[in-house]
């Protein structure tokens, strides 16, 4: 039983627990945590996840009844390295029981369902946002093939909105980076069953104090959380160095897939305008001219992202490109996803360099990439529009490139917790 209001009321904590005889209790407190754990009489064992919300509720019931929305203060998140092995879920008929969620454990409390959506907000220590979750349902693909109980629903994803206490958790990653294949099969591994969602998924996160924006109803509720290394890696001088390079490479790295999804937009916007040009009777030069444009285009990229393989409509990930050539920008955001997915190889380790190596060969592609991309934007979409000016027709609207020429060269030394970069 759990005591409200100085002991005037009380509310069961039994829930699935059967009534039987209880022998043994302990909190469990070692490493951070602050679980109840139970023996019963006939050799069963009970684990109450995360007692931090009930010492809450205890000692403040009335403020919390009398508020239209509460956010505890959460414990302390355990930040460890998920299953790289090829395994799946559990299937339903194999008896288990889940482990607590990973990472930060959040509880809020609603007085009544809001009236929109709920966002939940997570910062770092320079006021960076580092992931947003929210009340909408994600859109997921409707059909994987997979079995339905290892696969995540939209509405599994979705932050709680019933009238009382509501629990959800932040997994310590950033938010997933965009892309053009999503990986099903190589993420079974890392969530328990039900709960798996399509990759790339963000990096995680290095130890730290890391703000929580919970905002309802146009009003924002602020927590804080701190995020522990695994405790049995430790939180050394050393460790944390080698955390703060690493941390440093894959946000390049994720940064870096950002910049050629944005990169593939800007080509996909012209291919567009080609693509409703030669649904038109046009001139013979103007229907040759519109055809070849659209075969340089193709080397930039300007795919559509879908369910797995290539994008849709121009090279793929698996296309083997001849020495030299340029690589369209959907091919480098795949690269670049992949070196954020390995860093949970070896996740308390510095940067290994053949990841500092994928890095920096991926930035001089990028670098010719964008060059031969402004080029054509200046040489040749600019002779394709005079052609389409005397032909009458209407020139594309081609806006002026916004991508800029990545830093490529990483070094951290040895030992210290500061990693530069130069250009």
Known sequence: ????????????????????SIRDMVFHTDDHMSDLVIGTYGRGLYVLDDTTPLREIVAKSQEIAAAPVYFFKPGDAIRARVS?????????????????????????????????EIKLQVLDEQGKLV??????????????????YCV???????????AGTNRTNWDLRYDDPPAFNFDLENQMNVAPSGFVTPGPHGPQVIPGVYTLKLIVD????????????DPRVGERPKVMADLRAKDKLMLLAYQGAKD????????LAVRQQVASLSGNQLPDDVAKATKDID???????????????????????GDVLPPGAIKPFNTLNASFNAIVSTSQVGLDEAPTQAQIDAWEAGCRDYSATVAGWKKMQSEDLVTFNALLSRSRLSPLQVSPSALIDPPRTFKAPAGSAKASVKR
């Not at 039983?1 to 039987?20: A, E, I």
């Not at 995540?152 to 019933?162: E, F, I, M």
């Not at 075969?295 to 990229?301: A, E, N, P």
Request: hydrophobic share 30%; with cysteine.
């Open 1 to 20: 039983m759990c005591p409200l209001m100085t002991g005037d009321h009380w509310q069961s904590l039994r829930q699935n627990l059967p009534s039987t």
């Open 84 to 116: 790289d092995n090829w395994d799946q879920p559990l299937n339903p008929e194999l008896p288990h029981a889940p482990n607590p969620p990973y990472g930060a454990i959040l509880y809020y409390h609603l007085d009544r369902p809001p009236s929109g």
């Open 131 to 148: 992931r947003t979750m929210s009340s909408i349902p994600p859109v997921l693909p409707e059909r994987w093939p997979y079995p339905e």
């Open 152 to 162: 995540a629903k939209g509405s599994d994803l979705a932050l709680p909105t019933k």
């Open 218 to 229: 146009g009003r924002t509720y602020t927590q804080s959380v701190m995020v522990r290394n």
């Open 260 to 267: 050629f999804y944005a990169g593939n937009a800007e080509v």
């Open 295 to 317: 075969v340089k285009l193709v080397t930039f990229g300007g795919v559509v992202a879908r369910r797995g393989g290539g994008g849709g409509g121009g090279r793929g990930r």
